[in-house]
């Protein structure tokens, strides 16, 4: 599987965010580094059909699942691990307490989200994604709240998942040994 993209220009209000942005995937993960405030987010979210490029091509979408980790996790505070996991997904897949086990998470544990500290729900989010049936993934800063060792366990499991499938990881440079597409931006998107 390939995903490409090419010439994909974003403006809002005249400002440009991303100005002909060129770049091929395959199965594994492309960290997409940029600074903050460069565009990495706009391109995700162009990327799974969220927003609208000015103009541009992408192609390897087609017919392909997304599964996403967006910059907020995006969880139910009032309902507990497994609680968010099966409205997200309709059940608990097979592997879910395992997974979750990896993620230092534990799925019998019934304390409310809100209660979770931000690197907890950061890795539920990520668990999540992993769990959905997806053959694209996107991350957007996916590390975001996580010590080290977290950060180094969920760098494992994404890069395990993406052995047949496509990961796109927007982040600042995680360390992991991923490929790198560097993206250059207008400040301000």
């Known amino acids: 599987m390939e995903l490409r993209v090419e010439g994909l ?3 809002y209000g005249g400002m440009a965010v991303l100005q002909n942005v060129s770049f091929a995937a395959g199965n594994g993960v492309l960290e997409i580094t940029a600074p903050s405030g460069t565009g990495k987010t706009t391109l995700l979210r162009i990327l799974m059909g969220l927003e609208r490029p000015d103009s541009g091509r992408i192609t390897g979408t087609e017919g392909r699942r997304w599964a996403a980790v967006f910059q907020e996790d995006r969880l139910l505070e009032h309902l507990d691990a497994a609680g ?3 409205f997200a997904l309709g059940t608990l897949p097979e592997g879910t307490g395992d997974l979750l086990a990896r993620l230092g998470l534990d799925l019998g544990d019934r304390k409310a989200v809100r209660n979770y500290s931000g ?7 990520l668990a999540r994604a992993l769990l959905a049936e997806w053959d ?3 991350l957007d800063e996916p590390f975001t709240g996580l010590d080290p060792e977290n950060a180094a366990r969920c760098r494992d499991l994404i890069a395990g998942a993406a052995s047949e499938r496509i990961v796109l990881l927007a982040g600042h440079g995680s360390g992991g040994g991923f490929p790198v597409f560097r993206l250059t931006g207008q400040k301000g998107s």
Do not use: V
């Open 84 to 86: 968010n996991l099966r």
């Open 136 to 138: 694209l993934l996107a």
């Open 9 to 11: 220009c974003k403006a």
């Open 119 to 125: 690197g907890m729900k950061r890795r539920l989010a």
